[in-house]
């Protein structure tokens, strides 16, 4: 489905943000041919070393293998004609805008209001213009920056208002793993409609 959203061309050069088994990516790298490219980025390097042995086992030995935030993108080897996120992001960052082509493609899953989307952007007019969206769902991405989720100590004195403490801003990777509080998700749903913006704010 996000394949079909990105739209690949023979001779695309591509990023991929999160590596993991490089199978995606050697899928992108059908789909681009030999005069195309393929980069694939992630931030665990057990992750990146076992991609680049089963692309090269497989292959498809071209097809760059790099270890790092995918957040920064991949200077080196941009710009690209089509990204490729397959993890959630926290927000789009400037990299991402910064190494596409004009005319290029993002594809990337967002999260809001409790839902995962994959949202396909053509880059015009120096700006992302989302052209398609797609249920979806992808594990968040992982940062040690000081992007990510706000979280909030909740505790709801009536349907519309509340009390928010202790304000952090913590990977919500962690958070789902060890925390006992609800998710944010369930905060929101107190709110039928916007968060009022007093107290009660999330
Ligand atoms: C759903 S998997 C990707 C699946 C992959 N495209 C495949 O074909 O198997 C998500 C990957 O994103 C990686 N990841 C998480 N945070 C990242 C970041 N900041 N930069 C790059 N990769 C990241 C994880 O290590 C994980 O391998």
């Known amino acids: 489905m996000m394949l ?9 050069h591509v990023l991929e943000i999160g590596a993991g088994t490089g199978y995606n990516a050697a899928l992108v790298a059908e789909l681009v041919g030999p005069q195309g490219s393929v980069t694939t980025i992630d ?17 498809y030995s071209r097809t760059h293998v ?23 992001p926290w927000d789009l960052p400037p990299a991402w805008h910064d190494q596409l082509t004009p005319g290029g493609r993002l594809v990337v899953p967002l999260h809001w209001r409790g839902q995962a989307r994959s949202v396909a952007f053509v880059h015009e007019d120096g700006i992302l213009r989302a052209s398609d969206s797609q249920l979806c769902g992808f594990i968040p991405m992982i940062n040690e920056g000081q992007d990510g989720e706000r979280t909030v100590r909740w505790t ?9 403490t202790s304000p952090s801003i913590r990977p919500r990777y962690r958070e789902s793993s060890r925390s006992p509080e609800p998710p944010c998700g369930q905060a929101q749903r107190l709110f039928p409609t916007n968060p009022p913006t007093a107290s009660g704010s999330v």
């Not at 079909?4 to 695309?12: E, K, N, T």
């Not at 931030?43 to 292959?59: F, M």
């Not at 709801?156 to 928010?164: H, I, K, Q, V, W």
């Open 4 to 12: 079909g959203q990105l739209d690949v061309r023979p001779g695309d």
């Open 43 to 59: 931030i665990d390097p057990e992750i990146t070393a076992h991609a680049r042995r089963a692309l090269d086992a497989s292959g």
């Open 66 to 88: 790099i270890t790092g935030d995918g957040a920064l993108g991949a200077p080196g080897h941009a710009p690209f004609t089509r990204i490729i996120v397959t993890v959630g």
């Open 156 to 164: 709801p004195t009536s349907p519309f208002t509340g009390t928010a």
